[in-house]
């Protein structure tokens, strides 16, 4: 579960960003701790908190920026870094990513500070599926399961390393997710003749399930980028992270 400070950070930002009627999720590490890891076991820990808000131009962000960091009792202070804020209380670190009418037509923006661009492709369909979670009296919306792993997938393209904290967390999940209730009632079919091994089956039907969520010039990204990170992976033994990508790309192919 959180701390104390973690869940005051996250009130503070929920009340701010209410106020200026932007629609916010929680991304990355700290929504894993609270969708996955209470139910399947715990992975990484995560020093920052990052979410992601539906803006439509940069003038709204800055605008979102000066009311973190300015008035009479400001809850953060700016960093070096545009998307980077620091919780005065606390002194734990946020990171925001803009996306929405911001990003387009590309679904790309660009830092003005650095020059760094980032493809916010999969946020919009994150923020359509996202679940509402309840700590002691605070609600917020946290990315689901099948959108935190497209998420992860195009941040890695987005570093392209070989090894970071993004591909710790997808093999995270695939190594851990079940569903077993909905593997047995909606893949009986594919059980039965084949298409799909048991022990594969899980990560099949989350691959199912992305496709659902995503539309298709983000399942189209994406397909491309599995590809290349398959390929710079071991995908021979089941028990490597590119054996795995591969059941859920094919299970996102196969609707």
């Not at 959180?2 to 960003?17: F, P, R, T, Y």
């Not at 804020?85 to 734990?92: A, D, L, M």
């Not at 946020?94 to 830092?111: N, T, Y």
């Not at 539309?215 to 021979?236: G, N, P, V, W």
Request: hydrophobic share 40%.
């Amino acid at each position: 579960m959180i701390s104390s400070n973690e869940k005051q950070v996250l009130a503070d930002l929920v009340d701010i960003v209410s106020s200026l009627d932007l629609p916010m999720i929680l991304v990355g590490a700290g929504a894993r701790l609270l969708i996955f890891d209470q139910k399947f076991g715990e992975g990484r820990g995560t020093k920052d908190w990052d979410v992601a808000i539906s803006i439509d131009s940069w003038e709204a962000y800055q605008r979102l920026c000066e009311s973190l960091t300015t008035g009479e009792s400001p809850c953060f202070k700016s960093t070096k870094n545009s998307h980077k804020f620091i919780h005065i209380e606390t002194k734990i670190e946020v990171d925001i990513v803009p996306f929405g009418e911001i990003g387009e037509p590309d679904q790309e923006i660009v830092w003005s500070d650095s020059g760094n661009s980032m493809n916010v492709l999969g946020f919009p369909e994150a923020l359509l599926h996202a679940k509402t979670t309840v700590i002691d009296d605070l609600e917020i919306q946290v990315v689901d399961t099948p959108a935190f792993v497209v998420l992860k997938i195009f941040a890695w393209g987005d570093r392209g390393e070989r090894t970071n904290k993004d591909l710790e967390d997808i093999e995270f999940i695939l190594f851990r997710y079940e569903d077993d209730e909905r593997v047995y009632s909606e893949l009986a079919g594919e059980l039965a003749h084949g298409v799909v091994e048991f022990l594969d089956a899980n990560i099949y039907l989350l691959g199912q399930d992305i496709y659902k969520i995503l539309r298709d010039k983000t399942l189209t990204e994406l397909d491309s980028l599995l590809s290349k990170l398959i390929a710079k992976l071991d995908a021979d033994q089941p028990e490597s992270l590119g054996y795995k990508l591969t059941v859920l790309q094919t299970g996102i192919r196969s609707l």
